[in-house]
Structures are given as structure tokens and as C-alpha cells.
T-cell receptor, first 115, second 112 residues
Framework: EAQVTQNPRYLITVTGKKLTVTCSQN?????MSWYRQDPGLGLRQIYY???????DKGDVPEGYKVSRKEKRNFPLILESPSPNQTSLYFC??????????????FGSGTRLTVV | RKEVEQDPGPFNVPEGATVAFNCTYS??????FFWYRQDCRKEPKLLMS???SGNEDGRFTAQLNRASQYISLLIRDSKLSDSATYLC?????????????FGAGTRLFVKA
């Protein structure tokens, strides 16, 4: 089944404790992206990757890191989480950037709480 | 002003009703347009792309008006299962690079 897999689904952590949210897709998509979703603000892009070893900042990159060593994986790293990073996070992929036919496929989301 | 604006709703309609959502975008360099559906606490899923000529998929019709910079989604014969949040999405290019912008969504409740 074609899918984007995110882990974990839920995470409660403490301020300053490094964490990684994993994202993997099995569709050979070139483009991958991370979003956070907060009430009333919609989805905001954190980082994106056009292909292996090619990453760039989105609208809200502060406090996050990413890497794209393999085509299928695009982990999101929070080196020192803070409470304002409490949010619902989605990983998404598409065949290429701006694919109009198929759009994005999203992972199931990670609900992160930083206390 | 947000680049993509939607009426947050909620829209409360009875089963069988026709409901329309509008979405406006501010950047004329916008290139492609979509409607996504998001159920509560779930991931967004592509509902349909929006083409200049308008397009229809069963009970759903999407329209694009480039001159007025708005996109619409019409749902006919609403079902209980249509209850969800509908996200307007715009892709744009330009000197700042390619960008995908999500609206904050319009909530729909369909009641029996």
C-alpha cells in the first residue's frame, strides 16, 4: 500500500530533550515536506526537500532540523524542544514539487506536547 | 492579510443540502489549486485539483476564477460523511521560489 509513515503518533516530552520524528514513504517520491498545524493557523511548512541531500527552509524553520540521506526517509529533529513547539506535525510527500495530478500524500500525524 | 483566506465556518447543513465554500488568494503568481479534506485529528487528503475550466467529481464541483482570485467548492446532496474540514491549497512560483500555501480550513457539519 502506498503510504507515508510517521512515528511516533503521540509524544510527550520535556523542554530541552532532543527528539526525532521519523517519516518514510514507499512511493519513490522526490519531494518531501514537514508541516505543523495549529488551531486557526492552518498548516505551515517547516522544511522541505526536493530530493536526496537537497533541503530548504519553509516558513517556520526555527528550532527544527531535517536531513534527507535517502529518498524514502525525511526525519524531523528538534534539538532542544520548547513548549511553543507543541503542535500537530505532518509529513507529506509528492512525486515532484507542485504535482497537480496527485497532490500530496500525508502521514497520519504526530501530536507533540512539550512540557 | 493571509495569502489564502477561507471562511472558517462552521457551516451547519441538513443532509441533502447544497453547500458552497469560497477561498480567496492574494498572489496573482499562483499557479495551481486544490481542495483537501481533513477529518478531525486525521491527515489532510486530496479531494480534487482545481482547473481553470472547472471540474466535477460526482457530487463535488470546483471552480477557479483567476481574474477575481478565488476558488470555490460546491457539494451537492450533502451526506453525513461529508462532515469534515475543507482546506483550500494554492501553489505559487516566483522570485521567492515555489511555495505551497494552505488555508486554515472551513468546517462543515452535515446533520440528519
Amino acid at each position: 500500500e502506498a503510504q507515508v509513515t510517521q512515528n511516533p503518533r503521540y509524544l510527550i516530552t520535556v523542554t530541552g530533550k532532543k527528539l526525532t520524528v521519523t517519516c518514510s514513504q514507499n512511493m519513490n517520491h522526490e519531494y518531501m515536506s514537514w508541516y505543523r498545524q495549529d488551531p486557526g493557523l492552518g498548516l505551515r511548512q517547516i522544511y522541505y526537500s526536493m530530493n536526496v541531500e537537497v533541503t530548504d527552509k519553509g516558513d517556520v524553520p526555527e528550532g527544527y532540523k531535517v536531513s534527507r540521506k535517502e529518498k524514502r526517509n525525511f526525519p524531523l529533529i528538534l534539538e532542544s524542544p520548547s513548549p511553543n513547539q507543541t503542535s500537530l506535525y505532518f509529513c507529506a510527500s509528492s512525486l515532484f514539487q507542485g504535482d497537480q495530478r496527485d497532490g500530496y500524500t500525508f502521514g497520519s500525524g504526530t501530536r507533540l506536547t512539550v512540557v | 492579510r493571509k495569502e489564502v483566506e477561507q471562511d472558517p465556518g462552521p457551516f451547519n447543513v441538513p443532509e441533502g443540502a447544497t453547500v458552497a465554500f469560497n477561498c480567496t488568494y492574494s498572489n496573482s503568481a499562483s499557479q495551481s489549486f486544490f481542495w483537501y479534506r481533513q477529518d478531525c485529528r486525521k491527515e489532510p487528503k486530496l479531494l480534487m485539483s482545481v482547473y481553470s475550466s472547472g471540474n466535477e467529481d460526482g457530487r463535488f464541483t470546483a471552480q477557479l476564477n483567476r481574474a477575481s482570485q478565488y476558488i470555490s467548492l460546491l457539494i451537492r446532496d450533502s451526506k453525513l460523511s461529508d462532515s469534515a474540514t475543507y482546506l483550500c491549497v494554492v501553489n505559487k512560483g516566483g522570485t521567492g521560489g515555489f511555495k505551497t500555501i494552505f488555508g486554515a480550513g472551513t468546517r462543515l457539519f452535515v446533520k440528519a
